[in-house]
């Protein structure tokens, strides 16, 4: 009786580090695309003085939409581990108390998403 209750207490310490963990990545990839937009941000400002030629910077652009487009796909790759982790928790775990985490299907296959976007993240699923 005693080694059921110390795998079930084992087993929901895990789960608690595991939703620590995987809230942090997804973080992570938050603040990657915010610090990707920032970056867009000051380098179209930049290129906006009469002194640059209008082109400048434009393959570096082109360069950072394509990062960004993979940050995208990688905050969507990890809502789909999330999904995965909360579906095992509540089998392994039980329910999450208070409020069970619940992504919706929509969140982690759009099918409105542009085509790069859509096949970097089926490329990583």
């Known amino acids: 009786m ?3 209750s110390l ?3 084992t087993i929901t310490a895990e789960a608690h580090r595991l939703r620590k963990l995987i809230r942090e990545a997804e973080a992570v990839a938050d603040e ?6 920032r970056l867009k941000q000051a380098m179209i400002t930049a ?5 640059v ?3 400048t910077g434009q393959r570096a652009l082109m360069r950072l ?6 940050a995208l796909a990688m905050s969507t790759s990890l809502l789909r581990v999330h999904d995965e982790l909360s579906k095992l928790a509540e089998i392994h775990a039980g329910p999450d108390a208070p409020v069970p985490t619940v992504i919706p299907k929509a969140a982690i296959e ?6 790069a976007i859509r096949d970097a993240s089926e490329a990583m699923a």
């Not at 990657?32 to 937009?37: H, L, N, R, S």
């Not at 939409?65 to 993979?70: D, K, L, T, V």
């Not at 759009?110 to 085509?115: E, G, I, L, V, Y």
């Open 2 to 4: 005693q080694t059921t």
């Open 7 to 9: 795998a079930a207490n």
């Open 32 to 37: 990657t695309m915010i610090a990707f937009a």
């Open 47 to 51: 290129r906006q003085n009469p002194a």
């Open 53 to 55: 030629e209008v082109h």
């Open 65 to 70: 939409s394509q990062a960004e487009a993979q």
């Open 110 to 115: 759009d099918p409105a998403a542009p085509a």
